[in-house]
């Protein structure tokens, strides 16, 4: 009996030190199966399904169930004994009915005490064929966990009716529509904004974004474009404030610079006029210049101003229909995007918007948070009561669910199988038997009093038959 318990003992304290407790005899015995992997094994498979102290604890707990179970069993062995002495010295009547029941009991108590043992370790050492179940099958047991999950778990009838009877949608939407449920998620959205734009590398997304913007001006043709909006402008009498302010502006210059264009157009003279004609010619153009310019300022209805609006009218209709012209537009547009310093323009922009992102993500009261929470208040609002919308939105979360399990469900399922392929069959044994030891030892006994009462039932009915 000690040499029985003493086996089961083993496991707990240390199958690794122990050439007949864990998974076999030896090193090299049986046990040693498949389940156990003798070479190198990476340290994360260990550490991930290590024998804690907790662990140990609950051991302790199954230590004292396998005392009290092996104590049953040496009790009905001692029973056993006295009452076969008894009937063997003599005595009638309850010797053999109390005999029968303790053989039958230690039987029953053996026989559990085998199918226990059985589970985590050969019994005695010896290489009993289906023995050391766990160390031996353990990749076997997970594959066939992986595969229960995935067939059980993963359909996508079971996924699809599962989310579905959730009502995802009405839910969401309720707890949306709370205005501090708004809040939390405004604030947690803000919080992964500012973390993305953190991560980012300015030169990269500068990089991207100027490229993008580059490869999307010239693909575009501008010219079309740019002669509708001229001749919306020039129709709805748009660019007549420019023209003001071009006429007030030379006017004043004009004024400023009086002397600058007189001797201007002095020195274009030829160099054979007297001077003072030179002088007259001058002053004769700046005040026809000046008085030009005047009357363009001052009267809306000038014909320089007509003819600007036909010129602009023309342009506009040259610029969405003249190949010419439009080709023009285009080397001009490929000119200009071409200039480092405007490809420097386009690359800064990025900065400015991460940082007024950034500001706006941070303060409570900014425009942009404020618009956020609104707008997941009146999401969670319409969620709560449209029916269609809830619908909508549970479809598309059932249809991604079935997706990712019926694409992925091997990588799933492998999870489960490889993990359990790379616990320690040793480790693996010691931390189920403490979780389940417990439950185990009263098998042992309920095998004993069921092997008791069986035995004595089947003598007192071979006794009352006069067998």
């Given at each position: 009996?000690?040499?029985?318990?003493?086996?089961?003992?083993?496991?707990?304290?240390?199958?690794?030190?122990?050439?007949?407790?864990?998974?076999?005899?030896?090193?090299?015995?049986?046990?040693?199966?498949?389940?156990?992997?003798?070479?190198?094994?990476?340290?994360?498979?260990?550490?991930?399904?290590?024998?804690?102290?907790?662990?140990?604890?609950?051991?302790?707990?199954?230590?004292?169930?396998?005392?009290?179970?092996?104590?049953?069993?040496?009790?009905?062995?001692?029973?056993?004994?006295?009452?076969?002495?008894?009937?063997?010295?003599?005595?009638?009547?309850?010797?053999?009915?109390?005999?029968?029941?303790?053989?039958?009991?230690?039987?029953?108590?053996?026989?559990?005490?085998?199918?226990?043992?059985?589970?985590?370790?050969?019994?005695?050492?010896?290489?009993?064929?289906?023995?050391?179940?766990?160390?031996?099958?353990?990749?076997?047991?997970?594959?066939?966990?992986?595969?229960?999950?995935?067939?059980?778990?993963?359909?996508?009838?079971?996924?699809?009716?599962?989310?579905?009877?959730?009502?995802?949608?009405?839910?969401?939407?309720?707890?949306?529509?709370?205005?501090?449920?708004?809040?939390?998620?405004?604030?947690?959205?803000?919080?992964?904004?500012?973390?993305?734009?953190?991560?980012?590398?300015?030169?990269?997304?500068?990089?991207?974004?100027?490229?993008?913007?580059?490869?999307?001006?010239?693909?575009?043709?501008?010219?079309?474009?740019?002669?509708?909006?001229?001749?919306?402008?020039?129709?709805?009498?748009?660019?007549?404030?420019?023209?003001?302010?071009?006429?007030?502006?030379?006017?004043?210059?004009?004024?400023?610079?009086?002397?600058?264009?007189?001797?201007?157009?002095?020195?274009?003279?030829?160099?054979?006029?007297?001077?003072?004609?030179?002088?007259?010619?001058?002053?004769?153009?700046?005040?026809?210049?000046?008085?030009?310019?005047?009357?363009?300022?001052?009267?809306?209805?000038?014909?320089?101003?007509?003819?600007?609006?036909?010129?602009l009218t023309d342009f506009a209709a040259d610029l969405q229909t003249d190949e010419e012209t439009r080709a023009r537009v285009e080397r001009l547009k490929s000119e200009i995007l071409g200039r480092g310093e405007v490809q420097d323009?386009?690359?800064?922009?990025?900065?400015?918007?991460r940082q007024m992102m950034i500001t706006a993500a941070e303060d409570e009261r900014s425009e942009l948070r404020l618009r956020a929470r609104a707008s997941l208040m009146s999401l969670g609002a319409r969620l709560a009561t449209d029916?269609?919308?809830?619908?909508?939105?549970?479809?598309?979360?059932?249809?991604?669910?079935?997706?990712?399990?019926?694409?992925?469900?091997?990588?799933?399922?492998?999870?489960?199988?490889?993990?359990?392929a790379g616990w320690d069959a040793d480790q693996t044994s010691k931390k189920i038997e403490a979780h389940i030891g417990r439950d185990l030892q009263f098998i042992r006994i309920n095998g004993t009093v069921v092997g008791a009462l069986?035995?004595?039932?089947?003598?007192?009915?071979?006794?009352?038959?006069?067998?």
């Amino acid at each position: 009996m000690e040499r029985i318990e003493g086996t089961g003992e083993d496991a707990a304290s240390g199958a690794a030190d122990n050439g007949t407790a864990g998974t076999g005899a030896g090193a090299g015995g049986p046990g040693r199966g498949p389940g156990r992997r003798s070479g190198a094994r990476p340290p994360s498979a260990l550490a991930s399904f290590a024998y804690t102290a907790a662990d140990e604890e609950k051991r302790r707990g199954v230590r004292r169930m396998k005392t009290t179970a092996t104590g049953l069993l040496l009790l009905v062995a001692l029973v056993y004994v006295l009452a076969t002495w008894a009937k063997n010295e003599g005595v009638d009547g309850w010797p053999g009915f109390v005999a029968a029941a303790a053989e039958a009991g230690m039987v029953g108590a053996l026989a559990d005490w085998f199918a226990v043992t059985a589970l985590f370790k050969r019994p005695l050492g010896l290489p009993i064929p289906h023995t050391a179940i766990i160390p031996t099958k353990k990749d076997q047991l997970g594959a066939s966990l992986g595969s229960f999950v995935g067939e059980n778990f993963l359909s996508g009838e079971v996924v699809r009716d599962r989310i579905h009877s959730l009502a995802i949608g009405g839910r969401l939407g309720s707890w949306l529509a709370e205005p501090a449920h708004a809040d939390r998620v405004t604030a947690e959205l803000s919080t992964a904004l500012r973390g993305a734009l953190t991560v980012l590398r300015d030169s990269d997304v500068q990089a991207v974004v100027g490229e993008a913007i580059t490869r999307r001006a010239n693909a575009a043709e501008v010219g079309p474009g740019l002669g509708k909006m001229l001749e919306k402008i020039v129709a709805d009498g748009g660019h007549r404030k420019v023209v003001d302010l071009v006429c007030v502006r030379a006017h004043d210059w004009l004024v400023e610079h009086g002397d600058s264009v007189m001797d201007a157009v002095q020195g274009g003279a030829p160099g054979w006029t007297p001077r003072f004609v030179d002088k007259r010619v001058g002053e004769r153009v700046y005040k026809e210049l000046l008085r030009f310019v005047t009357e363009m300022r001052d009267m809306p209805g000038h014909p320089a101003r007509s003819s600007i609006d036909t010129f602009l009218t023309d342009f506009a209709a040259d610029l969405q229909t003249d190949e010419e012209t439009r080709a023009r537009v285009e080397r001009l547009k490929s000119e200009i995007l071409g200039r480092g310093e405007v490809q420097d323009v386009i690359a800064s922009a990025w900065s400015s918007v991460r940082q007024m992102m950034i500001t706006a993500a941070e303060d409570e009261r900014s425009e942009l948070r404020l618009r956020a929470r609104a707008s997941l208040m009146s999401l969670g609002a319409r969620l709560a009561t449209d029916g269609r919308l809830q619908a909508k939105l549970e479809g598309w979360l059932e249809d991604a669910a079935v997706y990712v399990v019926t694409t992925y469900r091997a990588e799933i399922t492998s999870l489960i199988s490889d993990t359990v392929a790379g616990w320690d069959a040793d480790q693996t044994s010691k931390k189920i038997e403490a979780h389940i030891g417990r439950d185990l030892q009263f098998i042992r006994i309920n095998g004993t009093v069921v092997g008791a009462l069986a035995g004595l039932a089947i003598y007192a009915v071979s006794w009352a038959f006069g067998a």
